[in-house]
């Protein structure tokens, strides 16, 4: 008898074959293998939303070879990731593979360990095509307003654009913040703290709240007002006239969910969102542990908003919480978390897949990103499970002429969860306010006199709203029900790539493009830019998911209106209408005496004069200033090779060059390269970008000619997940390749409409 079991990834098919017998083949079709074709809508909106699908290039040799496989198996059992994106694999695999319908069997499950495995093995189902067709419901109208808005945007703004729900939300969202931060109008403000000792010589430091006998806190908005109050009690002594003790119980964090994985990777570990991911996904598909465990799975299935957790594992958590940390760090009954309403509880939290593998025991078998984001969740969950922490809290009133100060603090009495993960906060402003608050203070009894050593008032100003960071952003979207799990990250690449954003640090800064691109949007389109429209189409994928909502009606309510809305943008809005914000440069044009613009061209920014076409003056920006005088050039910090006088950076038409001081009686240049971030996978030397003829870009080794690596496909940092070795992007395409010999891995990157 023989048994074939198709899964998504390789390294998934890797992990799960260990954990079948002779009997089961185990093959990866390696993502999607049917999808809409790409130059054209592919969907017959007339015939009811009809999608026209076809066998995505590149995969017609593997589609053959799962063809063969299926014809000669007694059972096939699709095991595709437990979301609707996996069920609509499923259902796109039996389709293009002609399995009848009585002939399939699907299995899921949320941990890849051999239980797991066997028992989805002894309890498979059919296709559940409610999933399916919420998937495609989804990819449908991303696809709709992807190909139709697109052209527009092109012929209005720019060429090489896109729209769709999510992205152009999401943008929507930085560039409103940004507008906040510019409307911003600063408030001046005054604090007082005082330091002051008490008869055992120990320091304290309590702040300004106001009058004596007034609840509310006094503001001080100037100097004056604060001076007013430092003088009143300058060189005065303070009473202790109320010291309230308490208790305080804190509670852990639920375990994560993927937005709160995401939030807590990016504040703890400084992982953007795709690194997160990819990091999560290595995890849960298997790691070899060798002698500790050969190939398992390390987590549960990491695109989830539930937090629901399995008997078992609380059990199993419970029973180490009591062995490792002892009885008193274990409440009596085990926790269980509360899900938002619109969570899909089909999966669980993100957990350990085992708690026998603490992140000590499996540490040498890891990565270093892969050990940090394991020992992330693991902390996480195992808190999650653990007793409160206890606190003693003290709040002090102290009093001088007239004028109330305080100072609260607290000390950890039982440190229940907190011996193992404590959540970190937003920002560092709110760090520092929580240690201000929750310092430890030193013993003070009611009516002590406190000798004042200093007076502290201090300027503040108001700060603007701080700049959306991929952890906060992440955090508004699923608050306001915008997008999904599996959206989150696909979104932020997407809205950086197409220059719409940019970051800065760690924060996310839209660009002159994406904020026009953004009013265009919301004068032309509303609805789709709309944060309550685009969280109500999410309930709605939810309902079809659910069988409570039918596919064709839910995109026939949505096209009526949009077709309106495009119909009416096309004839009203014009390129004319639409000016990209210009960025003036300090240079004047020496022709006319207009003042010089930054242009893009062919090889990148330069220097153009406004009045083109009356005026065609340009310059490379790093020439002469309003001034006229040269700019100081850049020395290198390298000497020439030939005749060993200083290098400075020059700019030509293939971008930017070393060129030798003495030019022209020494012609020696050198161009100056950017590295890729990438190291070289024969020498492990730093790669870098370089141009050939025609200005094509190509990667080289930095220890060129030492080594001869070179490549005109992108490295990059991925691993192959069937040979191990690097994984490029494709030249022109939007692929990662393997290029060993024999291998043959591809993978389409995603777009909106594909994990969006």
């Given at each position: 008898m023989t048994n074939l079991v198709i899964v998504e990834s390789p390294a998934k098919a890797t992990t799960i074959k260990g954990y079948l017998g002779p009997s089961y083949r185990v093959i990866a079709s390696k993502g999607h293998v049917r999808d809409l074709p790409k130059s054209t809508l592919g969907i017959d909106i007339e015939n009811h939303f009809s999608p026209h699908y076809i066998n995505i290039r590149g995969k017609g040799d593997l589609i053959k070879e799962l063809k063969k496989e299926a014809k000669n198996a007694d059972k096939i059992y699709l095991a595709t990731d437990p979301d609707r994106e996996g069920e609509a694999i499923s259902w796109h695999l039996s389709t293009a593979l002609g399995i009848p319908v009585d002939n399939i069997k699907?299995?899921?499950?949320?941990?890849?360990?051999?239980?797991?495995?066997?028992?989805?093995?002894?309890?498979?189902?059919?296709?559940?095509?409610?999933?399916?067709?919420?998937?495609?419901?989804?990819?449908?109208?991303?696809?709709?307003?992807?190909?139709?808005?697109?052209?527009?945007?092109?012929?209005?703004?720019?060429?090489?654009?896109?729209?769709?729900?999510?992205?152009?939300?999401?943008?929507?969202?930085?560039?409103?913040?940004?507008?906040?931060?510019?409307?911003?109008?600063?408030?001046?403000?005054?604090?007082?703290?005082?330091?002051?000792?008490?008869?055992?010589?120990?320091?304290?430091?309590?702040?300004?709240?106001?009058?004596?006998?007034?609840?509310?806190?006094?503001?001080?908005?100037?100097?004056?007002?604060?001076?007013?109050?430092?003088?009143?009690?300058?060189?005065?002594?303070?009473t202790a006239v109320d010291i309230r003790k308490g208790t305080k119980q804190k509670s852990p964090a639920p375990p994560f969910t993927t937005s709160t994985?995401?939030?807590?990777?990016?504040?703890?570990?400084?992982?953007?969102?795709?690194?997160?991911?990819?990091?999560?996904?290595?995890?849960?598909?298997?790691?070899?542990?060798?002698?500790?465990?050969?190939?398992?799975?390390?987590?549960?299935?990491?695109?989830?908003?539930?937090?629901?957790?399995?008997?078992?594992?609380?059990?199993?958590?419970?029973?180490?919480?009591?062995?490792?940390?002892?009885?008193?760090?274990?409440?009596?009954?085990?926790?269980?978390?509360?899900?938002?309403?619109?969570?899909?509880?089909?999966?669980?939290?993100?957990?350990?897949?085992?708690i026998a593998l603490d992140p000590a025991k499996v540490k040498k078998h890891l990565s270093r990103d892969q050990y940090r984001l394991y020992k992330l969740i693991w902390d996480r969950f195992m808190a999650s499970q653990m007793a409160n922490a206890q606190l003693a809290t003290v709040a002090m009133d102290v009093e001088c002429a007239g004028y109330l100060f305080r100072a609260t603090g607290y000390t950890v009495t039982f440190e229940g969860y907190m011996a193992v993960y404590e959540e970190t906060l937003e920002s560092e402003k709110e760090e520092k306010e929580e240690k201000d608050k929750n310092k430890r203070l030193p013993a003070v009894e009611k009516g002590d006199i406190l000798k004042n050593k200093?007076?502290?008032?201090?300027?503040?100003?108001?700060?603007?709203?701080?700049?959306?960071?991929?952890?906060?952003?992440?955090?508004?979207?699923?608050?306001?029900?915008?997008?999904?799990?599996?959206?989150?990250?696909?979104?932020?690449?997407?809205?950086?790539?197409?220059?719409?954003?940019?970051?800065?640090?760690?924060?996310?800064?839209?660009?002159?493009?994406?904020?026009?691109?953004?009013?265009?949007?919301?004068?032309?389109?509303?609805?789709?830019?709309?944060?309550?429209?685009?969280?109500?189409?999410?309930?709605?994928?939810?309902?079809?998911?659910?069988?409570?909502?039918?596919l064709e009606s839910v995109l026939s309510e949505f096209y009526k209106d949009f077709a309106k809305e495009l119909e009416e943008a096309q004839n009203t809005v014009s390129k004319e209408d639409i000016q990209l914000p210009v960025e003036e440069t300090d240079m004047v044009c020496e022709l006319c005496g207009s003042?010089?613009?930054?242009?893009?061209?062919?090889?990148?920014?330069?220097?153009?004069?406004?009045?083109?076409?009356?005026?065609?003056?340009?310059?490379?920006?790093?020439?002469?200033?309003?001034?006229?005088?040269?700019?100081?050039?850049?020395?290198?910090?390298?000497?020439?090779?030939?005749?060993?006088?200083?290098?400075?950076?020059?700019?030509g038409r293939y971008g930017a060059f070393y060129a030798c001081v003495k030019y022209p009686a020494c012609k020696f240049t050198k161009p100056k390269v950017k590295e890729l971030g990438v190291n070289c996978p024969q020498c492990g030397s730093p790669l870098v970008t370089k141009y050939g003829k025609n200005r094509t870009v190509f990667y080289s080794c930095s220890k060129y000619p030492e080594c001869d690596f070179s490549s005109w496909d992108m490295p990059t940092n991925e691993k192959c997940p069937s040979c191990g070795e690097m994984l490029y992007r494709k030249k022109g395409k939007n692929m990662l390749i393997c290029k060993k010999d024999g291998c043959g891995y591809k993978q389409e990157l995603p777009d909106e409409g594909t994990k969006a």
């Open positions: 699907r299995i899921t499950f949320n941990e890849i360990t051999k239980s797991a495995v066997k028992d989805a093995i002894k309890a498979p189902r059919g296709l559940d095509m409610d999933l399916v067709n919420a998937q495609q419901a989804r990819r449908i109208l991303d696809r709709i307003v992807g190909y139709k808005l697109s052209p527009f945007l092109w012929k209005t703004v720019q060429s090489g654009l896109s729209a769709g729900r999510v992205q152009s939300v999401a943008t929507r969202i930085i560039v409103e913040r940004e507008n906040e931060i510019r409307a911003f109008q600063p408030k001046e403000y005054w604090t007082i703290d005082a330091l002051l000792e008490t008869e055992q010589g120990k320091e304290l430091t309590v702040h300004f709240h106001g009058k004596v006998g007034e609840k509310e806190k006094m503001e001080l908005p100037d100097e004056k007002a604060a001076q007013e109050i430092c003088k009143a009690v300058e060189g005065k002594c303070f994985m995401q939030q807590e990777a990016s504040k703890k570990l400084n992982f953007q969102s795709q690194r997160t991911m990819r990091v999560a996904q290595e995890l849960y598909e298997g790691i070899n542990l060798g002698s500790d465990g050969g190939v398992q799975g390390l987590i549960t299935y990491m695109r989830t908003d539930s937090l629901r957790i399995a008997a078992e594992a609380q059990a199993a958590a419970r029973e180490y919480i009591q062995e490792k940390y002892g009885e008193k760090y274990c409440p009596k009954e085990a926790r269980t978390f509360k899900s938002k309403a619109n969570a899909q509880n089909a999966h669980e939290a993100i957990r350990p897949a085992s200093k007076i502290l008032p201090a300027q503040h100003f108001t700060e603007p709203p701080p700049r959306y960071t991929e952890a906060s952003l992440i955090k508004f979207l699923e608050e306001k029900g915008i997008g999904r799990p599996s959206t989150y990250t696909p979104i932020i690449t997407i809205i950086n790539s197409r220059g719409y954003v940019t970051r800065e640090g760690k924060s996310l800064v839209p660009t002159p493009l994406g904020e026009v691109t953004t009013k265009i949007m919301i004068e032309s389109f509303p609805d789709i830019v709309n944060y309550q429209f685009t969280a109500s189409m999410e309930d709605k994928l939810d309902c079809i998911e659910n069988g409570k909502e039918d003042k010089m613009i930054v242009k893009k061209g062919r090889y990148g920014k330069f220097a153009a004069c406004p009045n083109y076409p009356t005026c065609k003056n340009t310059k490379p920006l790093n020439q002469k200033e309003e001034s006229g005088e040269e700019k100081e050039p850049e020395i290198a910090p390298f000497k020439c090779e030939v005749c060993g006088s200083d290098m400075v950076l020059r700019t």
